[in-house]
């Protein structure tokens, strides 16, 4: 006799003895006091983003008397990192800015990274990116109480959506990610993190706007990019660079990021290059080989260091 043979006999006669309602209190206490039970495939075997499926125990649950949520401090969840991403440069910088504006940030690294140490961690952050006060730490468990928690992709949504020691849940969005894959678990749940009522601050209008197709608050920041490599007088009428922007991008200064399409409605990406018309890089359209009407506006982010766009979003 198996062990669910033997668990399903015990729950009839206990049904028949003290009836549905008893049987169904009884059950609902064990589960509890059981925790949570791990999701198994069919050959036994965890499934794949168990942090999905399983709570993730905190050691702060919620912010207490005895260690309350400092005002001005963000926890930001971040995936793993190496020593040059673009997404991560973004988010570095934003912390810059918020460090500037007087805010506490802490670095988490959620789900695998190859790195050993906080420090470590830390050191390339700094020494890669920006030169922050803000620490890197490995794993969230020890998240302590903050006024303000981010996320910044769907696999650290699912950390932040467990972590009740803040005050407020923010999901910084830099790409709609179910669109990374094809159909299958991954774009699932890549999709139901746009379902936990995080407020949410995002790369360009149009995330903004798919972000309140499904109930989210959302507001948008204008992607920027660097004028000193991309402007109109960078670029030559064949499409490549001039000999100093060769020389600036050589020597690594000005790495940029490509501001927002819908700046300019008027360029359109060809199907093929037609030899007939002359050709040029459309700094709005950001190293993208595309025609450039005589009135092509551009928009940037001054120094990358106080000055914002009118309209974008602030913590």
């Excluded at 033997?6 to 729950?11: F, H, I, L, Q």
């Excluded at 198994?40 to 709570?55: H, N, R, S």
């Excluded at 993208?288 to 001054?302: E, L, M, V």
């Amino acid at each position: 006799m198996t062990k669910l043979t033997r668990v399903a006999g015990k729950g009839v006669r206990f049904l028949r003895t003290h009836g549905l309602r008893a049987t169904y209190k009884a059950a609902l206490r064990r589960l509890r006091a059981s925790g949570p039970v791990a999701v198994k495939a069919a050959g036994g075997e965890a499934l794949p983003y168990g942090f999905a499926y399983d709570p993730i125990t905190y050691r702060h649950r919620s912010a207490t008397a005895a260690e309350p949520a400092r005002p001005k401090s963000v926890n930001w969840v971040i995936p793993n990192f190496y020593g040059s991403s673009g997404g991560h440069r973004t988010i570095f910088r934003l912390a810059r800015g918020l460090e500037g504006a007087g805010y506490e940030v802490r670095f988490h690294v959620f789900g695998e990274t190859h790195y050993v140490s906080d420090s470590e961690a830390t050191e390339v952050m700094r020494a890669h990116y920006f030169p922050l006060k803000a620490a890197v730490h490995l794993g969230v468990t020890q998240m302590p109480p903050s006024e303000i928690c981010v996320a910044s992709s769907w696999e650290t949504a699912y950390a932040v959506r467990d972590f009740d020691a803040c005050r407020r849940k923010v999901y910084f969005v830099q790409d709609y990610e179910p669109s990374f894959y094809p159909a299958s678990t991954e774009s699932v749940l890549a999709e139901n993190t746009y379902r936990f009522g995080f407020d949410c601050i995002c790369a360009g209008r149009w995330l903004a706007a798919k972000m309140r197709e499904h109930g989210n608050r959302a507001e948008s920041f204008d992607l920027a990019y660097d004028p000193s490599v991309y402007s109109p007088g960078a670029w030559t009428t064949t499409g490549t660079a001039s000999s100093s922007t060769r020389a600036t991008r050589r020597a690594g200064a000005g790495r940029s990021w490509a501001c927002c399409r819908s700046r300019c409605s008027s360029v359109v990406a060809p199907r093929r290059r037609s030899s007939s018309s002359a050709r040029t890089t459309c700094p709005t359209a950001c190293r993208s080989n595309t025609r450039r009407p005589a009135s092509c506006p551009s928009q940037s982010w001054p120094s990358f260091t106080g000055a914002r766009p009118s309209g974008s979003p602030s913590l």
